[in-house]
């Protein structure tokens, strides 16, 4: 059974940087798409980031400029580097994974910016 941990959250203010780490454990084949999705209170999930396999990656208008997303070579680690953070990024973040067609979600973590 494949599992997702996700590491990195925390506070930080108006400005400041953040990196989140999801990695996947139980499967030693490589992930053929991987990235974070975030909720905030009252709100629907929305995609961040995506990489697929073949490192093309997909980023959500709000972040583009300031996040990035990167895998391991093993493909079953990726990292999403959070940039001038604002308020409104204010979220859980949420690990998603496909492996073999089968897509799994982590327990996510807080992300809080204050002003």
């Known amino acids: 059974q494949v599992q997702l941990v996700e590491s990195g959250g925390g506070l930080v203010q108006v400005g400041g940087s953040l990196r989140l780490v999801c990695e996947a454990s139980?499967?030693?084949?490589?992930?053929?798409?991987m990235g974070w999705y975030r909720q905030a209170p009252g709100k629907q999930r929305e995609l961040v980031a995506l990489?697929?396999?073949?490192?093309?990656?997909d980023l959500a208008d709000s972040v583009k400029g300031r996040f990035s997303i990167s895998r391991d070579d093993g493909h079953r680690t990726v990292y999403m580097r959070m940039n001038y953070l604002k308020p409104e990024d204010t979220s859980r973040y949420y690990c998603?994974?496909?492996?073999?067609?089968?897509?799994?979600w982590g327990q996510g973590t807080q992300v809080t910016v204050s002003s």
């Open positions: 998603k994974a496909n492996f073999a067609g089968v897509e799994y």
């Open positions: 990489i697929r396999r073949g490192i093309s990656t």
């Open positions: 139980g499967t030693s084949t490589k992930f053929n798409e």
